[in-house]
């Protein structure tokens, strides 16, 4: 088939710019679609690794994939680019890291279930104290130099949730201490994703996933 090319067009019957310009842009939508598939890839292993890590699905959803350079620039050499909207808490599960206090706090403030949700999250400290009253700091007898932060409530008998006892006109028949937080002065996160592994298992596929992509843009080019 090159050769029957060739000759047609060394007998003047074509245009070989125009031949070569048009196998040059299958070639390039070929590597940007491999690339495409590479990140696509890429972004859902990294978010199963995020899974199952137990890290859950709202970390593992601020994993993206995208390709470089955008749609509409030509090039032979594009990038696939995958990465995380929560680039700190990745690294340091990816290295583990030892958390401490910052602005000159003494101690990490670690939030029990206990602690009622607001938003997203879990009630600060300041917002748990005006809802239950002031802490009382008890000794952890488990770790030396970890203190539990405790306060008197009620739990609720149907959701299992605290209820304050502040403002109450009549005091309830029965009263729980609280553990709200646990109170320590560092925490080591231990290694739990292998992203470096990921990333290079795909770049022992790309060979594979490039040759793939540019037969299926020739195959294309053929039909057309």
Do not use: C, H
Not at 4 to 24: A, M, S, T
Not at 87 to 116: D, H, M, Y
Request: glycine share 12%; no cysteine; charged share 25%.
């Amino acid at each position: 088939m090159v050769g029957l090319r060739l000759d047609w067009f060394l007998d003047g019957g074509g245009n070989l710019k125009q031949f070569y310009e048009g196998k040059l842009a299958v070639a390039e939508r070929g590597l940007y679609g491999a690339a495409g598939i590479a990140a696509g890839v890429g972004r859902d292993r990294f978010r199963a690794d995020v899974t199952g890590a137990g890290l859950g699905q709202r970390l593992a959803n601020s994993v993206r994939g995208v390709v470089y350079p955008r749609p509409g620039i030509r090039t032979l050499s594009p990038a696939a680019f995958i990465f995380s909207k929560a680039p700190r808490i990745i690294s340091a599960f990816e290295s583990g890291a030892v958390i401490r206090p910052v602005g000159g706090q003494k101690f990490l403030w670690i939030p029990t279930e206990n602690v009622p949700r607001s938003g997203r999250g879990r009630m600060s400290p300041g917002a748990v104290e005006e809802r239950f009253g002031d802490f009382d700091y008890v000794p952890s007898l488990l770790s030396r130099g970890t203190f539990l932060a405790v306060v008197n409530a009620r739990r609720s008998a149907k959701t299992g949730r605290a209820r304050s006892v502040l403002g109450l006109k009549r005091a309830p028949r029965k009263v729980d201490r609280l553990v709200m937080f646990v109170l320590v002065k560092f925490t080591t996160l231990r290694k739990r994703l292998d992203i470096a592994g990921v990333a290079r298992a795909l770049e022992a596929e790309w060979p594979d996933i490039a040759a793939r992509s540019l037969a299926q843009a020739l195959a294309n080019e053929e039909r057309s």
